[in-house]
């Protein structure tokens, strides 16, 4: 089993959808979570941490489960501007590296 | 306020050749992550230094990938005689702390090339 798995995609929705992306890890004792995005052919950037109680950021929401070892990303009214790969990330114990999903990719249709 | 910093952008090397990738941290981070991504997959881990020291080189090829972070200037991914399936995207990360609730930082990324 991989350390980090995303539902597969890609996810094709029309502009104003509501989408959602799930991710589990199998570590445990992974003690922080994030959801990053990447444009194509360009560096990951932070979207947003992910808290035991859940977060919320404008249109997007992040859940934490650990009992179940499951993230997810809720993206509401989605923009043409959404459209790129999202990254679930996991990490572990002090200095450990960051365990990046393959990522789920979203294009948002005019 | 610059962001994290890589060069080259782009690097093209013939096969035997070798690879110096360079990455500068954010201002006030004194922790270097390098992750390598093959053409349509995900990132993958490499190493994380600190100055001066190897914290975690897990991810590392065991021949002819080396990395260092020295006192003074940038981190250096060196990758010695390279091979067509070195070809990749590397990008550096850094974060003030080595915390597990630390917030990663990614620079552009250096694109290599072996022909």
């Known amino acids: 089993r991989k350390e980090v798995e995303q539902d597969p995609g890609p996810f094709n929705v029309p502009e104003g959808a509501t989408v959602a992306f799930n991710c589990t890890y199998s570590?445990?004792?992974?003690?922080?979570f994030f959801w990053y995005r990447q444009d194509c052919r360009k560096e990951p950037k932070l979207l947003m941490s992910v808290y035991s109680s859940g977060n919320e950021d404008g249109r997007f929401t992040a859940q934490l489960n650990r009992a179940s070892q499951y993230i997810s990303l809720l993206i509401r009214d989605s923009k043409l501007s959404d459209s790129a790969t999202y990254l679930c990330v996991v990490n572990g114990n002090y200095g450990q590296n960051f365990v990046f999903g393959p990522g789920t990719r979203l294009s948002v249709l005019p | 306020n610059a962001g994290v910093m890589q060069n080259p952008r782009h690097l093209v090397r013939r096969r035997g050749q070798e690879a110096r990738l360079r990455c500068s941290p954010m201002k006030g981070h004194s922790h270097v992550y390098w992750y390598r991504q093959l053409p349509e997959e995900g990132l993958k881990f490499m190493v994380y230094?600190?100055?001066?020291?190897?914290?975690?080189e897990s991810g590392m090829p065991k021949e002819r990938f080396s990395a260092e972070f020295p006192k003074e200037g940038p981190s250096i991914l060196r990758i010695q005689q390279v091979v067509r399936g070195d070809s990749a995207a590397y990008f550096c990360?850094?974060?003030?702390?080595?915390?597990?609730?630390?917030?990663?930082?990614f620079g552009p990324g250096t694109r290599l090339l072996v022909l």
């Open positions: 230094l600190q100055k001066e020291n190897i914290i975690d």
């Open positions: 570590n445990s004792a992974s003690q922080s």
């Open positions: 990360a850094s974060s003030p702390g080595g915390g597990a609730r630390e917030t990663q930082y």
